[in-house]
Nanobody, 124 residues
Framework: QVQLVESGGGSVQAGGSLRLSCAAS????????MGWFRQAPGKEREGVAI???????SYADSVKGRFTISQDNAKNTLSLQMSNLKPEDTAMYYC??????????????????WGQGTQVTVSS
């Protein structure tokens, strides 16, 4: 069983930055897929960014060039660096993991393990 705990959310003005972290515990196979999703009130959950065990990444068009996903395997930590934040980035952000995973899809139904979420609020 994999446990995921997010941290780093908060409130920031438009143009600001935040860094989200996700601490993973439990057994993770050598092949995995991890990612960040977000859900705003009244909207469907959106895949923001994913990274696989080879380090390949994929981003939603809406965050390309502003967000960077990274992992620290030694610390079992997944991060999301968010820059130039916009009010439309306001949402609950969730960390997700799937392992083992031969491929990695930026689709929420692909992931079997989820964190509890951390709120990001961007004011104009």
């Amino acid at each position: 069983q994999v446990q995921l705990v997010e941290s780093g959310g908060g409130s920031v003005q438009a143009g600001g930055s935040l860094r989200l972290s996700c601490a993973a515990s439990g057994y993770i196979y050598s092949s995995y897929c991890m990612g960040w999703f977000r859900q705003a009130p009244g909207k469907e959950r959106e895949g923001v960014a994913i990274i696989d065990s080879d380090g390949s990444t994929s981003y939603a068009d809406s965050v390309k060039g502003r967000f960077t996903i990274s992992q620290d395997n030694a610390k079992n930590t997944l991060s999301l660096q968010m820059s130039n934040l916009k009010p439309e980035d306001t949402a609950m952000y969730y960390c997700a993991a799937e392992s083992p995973a031969r491929i990695c899809l930026r689709v929420d139904s692909w992931f079997g393990h989820w964190g509890q979420g951390t709120q990001v609020t961007v004011s104009s």
